[in-house]
């Protein structure tokens, strides 16, 4: 769904369009909104804005459900003919694309933290009733089966804990670019994470599959597996999804490769190539 603005003669601003899955756009009061800046050379640029939810052409249209994440009150916003204060535009006119991707790779490293510790809590989870469930006359993690699969859950999170704290550290290094690593460890965790909560329903059996309100209604312990498993499986999908990570990890990884490269792949001069040869030898 589509934003345009335009710059009016005083300097202020015209927004209209629509804007979908807004996060929190039913309970904000300001909101950052990045739209597509209408210019008279046609050339196309995005420029961020913040926006008062009270000013005159903002409507909140609908608020979105979802299969998990209940409390998230997602919106359909739409503006008509919503004026914005010169003095809200965020950084330049035209920079709102590298002020998002600049953001986002830094937020984007929340998600794979956030990982960690819903694995934490399979763990816990796990660990407790492996150890209280007996078949055959033994406790469940005695057998081989559900060993293996509490072995592998505990290196993987431990693996996970591993790319999220260092991934974490790298971000506050002043001029480092976080990209490749906060797309490796997003894809990383989430891929693993939901792999983790889909065997800790597996261990659980139906008391995984059951909601934690059955659970607690009928005096069994209520952990909400079920619950974790609706609210876990968005992280492979916001924030870049899995395919999209795939993409910036391939792309960043063989960026300065393909440029040193670049002489041979153009229509370079042969002098050209043989000043390169050096560079790549370097390199």
Request: charged fraction near 25%; glycine fraction near 8%; aromatic fraction near 6%.
């Amino acid at each position: 769904m589509d934003t345009i603005v335009k710059t009016l003669p005083n300097g202020d601003y015209l927004l209209n369009g629509v804007k979908l899955w807004c996060t929190n756009g039913t309970l904000a009061e300001l909101i950052v909104v990045m739209a597509r800046h209408e210019t008279t050379d046609k050339k196309t640029k995005i420029s961020a804005f913040v926006l008062d939810m009270s000013s005159a052409g903002v409507k909140i249209e609908h608020r979105c459900r979802f299969m998990g994440l209940k409390a998230l009150s997602n919106a359909v916003i739409s503006f008509t003919d919503v004026i914005i204060p010169k003095e809200n535009l965020i950084g330049e006119e035209g920079h709102g694309l590298k002020i998002a991707l600049t953001t986002l790779n830094a937020g984007r490293l929340a998600v794979p933290a956030g990982c960690v510790g819903c694995v934490d809590k399979c763990l816990d989870i796990v660990k407790r009733w492996t150890n209280d469930r007996v078949q055959w006359g033994h406790p469940i993690g005695k057998h081989e089966a559900i060993a293996h699969k509490v072995s592998d859950m505990v290196a993987t999170g431990y693996a996970m804990e591993a790319v999220s704290i260092l991934s974490s550290k790298l971000a506050c290094i002043p001029g480092y670019d976080i990209r490749l690593e906060a797309a490796a460890a997003k894809e990383f965790n989430t891929f693993w994470g939901w792999q983790i909560i889909d065997e800790t329903m597996q261990i659980k059996g139906g008391r995984g599959y059951e909601t934690e309100k059955s659970l607690n209604d009928r005096g069994e312990l209520a952990e909400p597996i079920e619950r974790m498993l609706r609210d876990f499986r968005i992280n492979r999908i916001f924030e870049g999804s899995s395919e999209i990570m795939h993409l910036i990890i391939a792309r960043e990884s063989l960026d300065d490769h393909m440029k040193m490269a670049k002489p041979f792949i153009s229509k370079s001069s042969a002098l050209d190539k043989l000043k390169a040869v050096g560079k790549l030898a370097k390199f």
